[in-house]
């Protein structure tokens, strides 16, 4: 009896003890001596990655193996900053998106990089992903907005390119009531980031100013955005689905022929020709965004870039791989084998005149036009300040607020963030 | 040895035994749900917002404070609440009309069966995504259906409104729930002797009458657990409000709140508050929920 | 007759409503998989596309493709974990759950009201300490160690579920077997056990169903390729502005392909279990 007890004891200990030594082994198992170092993980969203073939050539190049860890791109910002929180790196090359600068560089994340000026020089966007003169993050999928109109519509309807946003505006009037197309415009009005850069854009292109030398907004330019995207859903010119749908199905509205004018993301300048994804192939024209009174004479970059973290233990193999990725060459093949919109823009123009990005002298011109709406750089409240702007326009196009209400509600978020932050 | 003494010495070796024998689930518990759990309370008391390092200092219950005071705060809440109720509403009725249809003996039974578990193995992200297709503005499965059969002639903004949303997100919750409460319901049924019906059917009381008098008294503790069970994990409801609405402050819920602070806004320290408080208003769910079932356990 | 006619179509109407409301969204979901992109973003009133196309799965599940090579390791990431899940949790949640109803332990009510408690922790209190402890002691992108996670989740159920098991279990049977000489461990392993693998099994099937749903814990703790659960996979095919809702469709799929048909094979013991189980 007395033994038995003890036995039962000894058993349930040994399967418990079994439990944790197969946790034990396996992690001695699976974590190879790390101080090879030679290999380095880099933390990319799923259509940044380079082929194998290409990783391998890095490889036989540098010496250093890149483990690429594909985490979807929303999740990659959380990664991070558990890990941060944690005082780890998360990876050592990361993803840095354009929006995460400001955050990253306050929090202290990112390790600034060594970049010649030629590089500089070559990739304009660099400037978003710059820091009191530290260079934080190479851009290496190129994003700026750029305008988009159907050809066909518009000549059905004896339209042509409009010039400002007033015109665009006028020109889905007239389609809509020639009963073209039920909703001839689009553009993201749903609660997510692309209704934020959609106010952000709007301004910037049509006036050039949306933040006040303050990091306030300058309430006329956006008040005037707010009224015009408020009229498009009234007079009912864009499709109040766009109020839930995700902004890629807004822009999709384009290439499913439903739309005839949009601005948006670059990449549409080839979705647009696929036949596999779009039902208008041959029918769009990629334009010089409009603006004010003439052409926009600005546009905005929503680049992505990929950066090193300050924590990684292996930074030296990481700007081997920083290097090697913005580069001309890879990003030339990245274009070919994968479809990432070259940074340079020696690579860019280079891509456009042997004829491998089609459609594109507007792509090129509008590229030169890029700027930062961001007169301080991007704020480190960007995440913060983000959701009340898009919340606040998300209400007005349900119309549960006006124009002006959403205007009050997202500056006072807005200006609390900035006022807080400068103190 | 004396009667006496050996007994309180054998008492104390079983009771050694006992302790051996939970300790695996103490250690477990302890390790990796007790001891974060103290870390972010920790949290929870600083300003610690990873944007700004320099500032982290003790604050007291100031994130509290805040928390309470935001308005979003209580409208996640108030649609938290709104969410549970009819999740719980239709998480038991279906569970229970599902159980009763199991609880059939025919040919299908098996296939029926296996067909009930199919939401129950749904990642719900991949739930989320299911019912994002079936409610999608313009080219969802409803919309086509109902034009396609000619009830409406436009495509019905499902999300538009904040009580419509929350009551399909409820909905797609639900049917993500229902078959645990199903399973456990059907258990429970056919653990009922079938001879208590057929004396009563017998007797010449109606199907409907035989279940209110004999079936629903005895079904009742299984009632109380699929109840519980629907409430705190309706609380939790995430997922699918991404999929289906994305971030809308309008829809939000607790979970969503709770995420925002934390991983939004990068303020781990309202972020422990909030997950605090949110622990407290489910602490009073968890009670009844462990009242119901440690009963049993007695 | 009528009534029991009138029964029978109400019994066949319930079924055909349950059949549509629970396969209907799988069912769309299959379609929307096998339409190719440029027809899905019409409106129209067409359920079944004009041109279907297998490209997806292809990609999935081909021999070539990053996609499928990704998909193929996530799957048995998500096996293993899963499976792992069982291995640790279900030795001991037995082990508690026979010490809560069997050895009367001061304490032991406390300690299951406590787990009980635990249910409504929600995994965003407990996130970020747990990363930080498992990096510091190098747990990070470990099935096993992201296993004993899932196990602390779902211990509490399970252990409730099987201790009331326990304790519904017939005393005379241990007893009479104890007179027989027989000693507590093989009375346990041999008497006890045998009779109990309903419950078992659907703890089992608890956990796994648990385990394979999971994204948030994973997607912190253990992301990597060599880790990296089909739930998060399934997530990677949207992202900023980008959202290939074919490929996602084919494969949130085929994600809920395994878990069907665990649940399939172990639905019998399932029921007879949570019978006994006490959750009556």
Redesign the interface.
């Known amino acids: 009896m007395k033994n038995t007890m003890w036995r039962t004891g000894l058993v349930v200990a040994l399967v418990s003890l079994l439990a944790f030594a197969v946790v034990g082994c396996s992690t001695s198992a699976e974590e190879p001596a790390q101080t090879e170092s030679q290999e380095i993980t880099v933390m990319l969203p799923e259509w940044g990655v380079p082929t194998d073939a290409m990783l391998q050539e890095f490889q036989d190049e540098s010496g250093v193996k890149a483990n690429v860890e594909v985490v979807a791109w929303d999740d990659i910002r959380n990664k991070i900053s558990v890990a941060a929180a944690g005082g780890q790196a998360a990876a050592d090359v990361v993803e840095v998106d354009w929006s995460w600068v400001g955050e990253f560089n306050n929090a202290d994340w990112l390790e600034p990089l060594t970049v010649t000026s030629e590089d500089t020089a070559d990739i304009p966007s660099i400037s978003s992903f710059t820091v009191d003169g530290k260079v934080l993050g190479i851009p290496y999928a190129n994003d700026f907005r750029v305008g988009y109109y159907n050809t066909d519509i518009y000549g059905k309807a004896g339209l042509t390119e409009p010039i400002t946003f007033a015109e665009a505006k006028d020109q889905s009037a007239a389609i809509k009531q020639k009963g073209l197309l039920q909703y001839p415009s689009t553009m993201p009005l749903t609660a997510g980031e692309g209704t934020t850069t959609g106010l952000l854009w709007l301004t910037f292109l049509r006036d050039g100013k949306v933040f006040n030398d303050d990091n306030t907004l300058s309430k006329d330019n956006v008040l005037t955005s707010l009224r015009y995207m408020d009229s498009l859903v009234k007079d009912g010119l864009i499709n109040p689905a766009n109020i839930t749908q995700k902004d890629i199905d807004t822009y999709r509205q384009l290439s499913s022929g439903e739309a005839a004018f949009m601005v948006g993301p670059t990449y549409f300048v080839g979705l647009v020709e696929n036949p596999d994804e779009s039902k208008v192939v041959g029918q769009i024209k990629t334009i010089v965004p409009p603006g004010g009174d003439s052409k926009a004479k600005q546009t905005m970059s929503l680049t992505e870039g990929v950066g090193i973290l300050k924590a990684s233990e292996n930074k030296e193999a990481a700007q081997k791989f920083v290097d090697w990725y913005t580069s001309a060459a890879t990003q030339k093949q990245l274009y070919t084998d994968v479809d990432i919109l070259p940074t340079r823009t020696s690579v860019l123009t280079e891509l456009v005149n042997s004829g491998q990005i089609k459609n594109a002298d507007a792509l090129i011109e509008t590229a030169k036009l890029i700027k930062s709406p961001f007169p301080n750089g991007v704020p480190a409240y960007y995440s913060e300040m983000s959701p009340a702007i898009y919340n606040a326009i998300n209400q007005m196009a349900s119309g549960s607020l006006t124009p002006e209400q959403a205007f009050d509600e997202m500056n006072a978020k807005v200006t609390e963030l900035a006022k807080s932050a400068s103190q | 040895m004396p009667p006496d003494a050996y007994r309180e010495s054998h008492v104390k070796k079983v009771e050694r035994t006992g302790y051996l024998l939970l300790a695996p689930a103490a250690l477990v518990m302890s390790a990796l749900v007790l001891y974060p759990i103290v870390f972010t309370f920790v949290y929870s008391l600083q300003d610690y917002r990873l944007i700004y390092p320099d500032k982290r200092a003790f604050v007291g219950l100031e994130n509290y404070a805040r928390v309470l005071a935001d308005p979003m705060f209580w409208n996640a809440f108030a649609n938290t609440l709104l969410v549970t109720v009819i999740v719980l509403l239709l998480g038991l009725t279906s569970s229970l009309v599902v159980a009763s249809i199991l609880s059939v003996p025919t040919r299908f039974n098996g296939l029926l069966t296996a067909v009930a578990i199919i939401p129950w193995a749904l990642p719900p992200v991949v739930n989320g995504l299911l019912w994002k297709f079936v409610f999608y503005p313009g080219y969802g499965l409803l919309n086509k259906l109902l034009i396609g059969a000619g009830v409406v002639e436009g495509p019905i903004q499902w999300f538009g409104g904040r009580l419509g949303t929350l009551l399909v997100i409820a909905l797609v919750v639900a049917w993500r729930l229902a078959p645990f409460g199903a399973i456990v319901l059907l258990a429970s049924m056919q653990s009922i002797p079938r001879d208590v019906y057929e004396a009563a059917t017998t007797d010449g009381a109606s199907r409907l009458q035989a279940f209110w008098d004999i079936t629903r008294p005895l079904l009742a503790p299984s009632i109380a657990v699929v109840a519980s069970y629907l409430v705190v994990n309706s609380l939790f409801t995430f997922d699918e409000v991404i999929a289906l609405v994305g971030n809308r402050a309008l829809t939000s819920t607790l979970a969503l709140y709770n995420y925002n602070q934390a991983f939004t806004f990068l303020n781990l320290g309202t972020g422990g508050a909030t997950a605090y408080l949110v622990m407290l208003g489910t602490g009073i769910a968890g009670f009844a929920y462990v009242r119901s079932m440690v009963g049993k356990a007695g | 007759m009528r009534?029991r006619l009138l029964?029978r179509g109400i019994?066949l109407a319930?079924?055909v409503i349950?059949?549509l409301?629970?396969?209907?969204?799988?069912l769309?979901?299959l379609i929307?998989s096998i339409t190719?992109?440029?027809e899905?973003?019409?409106?129209?009133?067409?359920?079944i596309p004009a041109h279907a196309t297998l490209e997806n799965y292809a990609r999935l599940l081909g021999m070539n493709s990053?996609e499928s090579t990704?998909f193929m390791e996530a799957l048995s990431n998500s096996l293993i974990t899963a499976g792992?899940t069982i291995?640790?949790g279900l030795?001991?949640?037995v082990?508690?759950g026979?010490?809560?109803?069997r050895?009367?332990?001061?304490g032991?009510?406390i300690?299951?009201?406590?787990?009980?408690?635990?249910?409504?922790?929600?995994i965003?209190?407990?996130?970020?300490?747990?990363?930080?402890?498992y990096?510091?002691i190098?747990?990070l992108?470990?099935?096993?160690?992201l296993a004993?996670?899932y196990?602390?989740?779902t211990?509490p159920l399970v252990?409730?579920i099987i201790?009331?098991h326990f304790?519904s279990f017939p005393d005379e049977i241990e007893q009479a077997a104890l007179m027989d000489g027989a000693?507590?461990?093989?009375l346990?392993f041999d008497v006890v056990l045998p009779v109990s693998y309903p419950i078992v099994l659907s703890a089992a099937l608890v956990m796994f169903?648990w385990a394979?749903?999971?994204?948030m814990i994973p997607?912190?703790l253990a992301?990597?390729?060599?880790t990296k659960p089909?739930?998060?996979m399934?997530?990677?095919?949207?992202?900023?502005?980008?959202?290939l809702?074919g490929m996602?469709?084919a494969a949130?799929i085929l994600?809920?392909l395994a878990?069907?048909v665990?649940?399939?094979v172990f639905?019998r013991y399932?029921?007879?279990?949570?019978?006994e189980?006490?959750?009556?």
């Open positions: 009534t029964w019994y319930a079924v349950f059949l409301f629970t396969l209907g969204p799988v769309w979901c929307i190719p992109e440029a899905m973003f019409r409106s129209g009133v067409g359920l990053r990704n792992a291995l640790i030795p001991i949640a082990a508690a026979y010490a809560l109803a050895v009367k332990v001061r032991g009510r300690l299951l009201i406590a787990m009980l408690l635990t249910m409504p922790v929600p965003l209190a407990t996130i970020i300490p747990l990363y930080a402890l990096a510091t190098g747990l992108d470990n099935h096993f160690a004993a996670v196990v602390s989740s211990l252990t409730l201790t009331n304790r000693g507590r461990v093989r346990f169903l394979w749903g999971q994204y997607l912190i992301s990597s390729r060599a089909l739930s998060v399934v997530a990677e095919f949207s992202s900023k502005e980008f959202f809702y996602t469709a949130g994600a809920m878990p069907a665990f649940a399939v639905r399932l029921i007879s279990g949570l019978t189980g006490g959750v009556e």
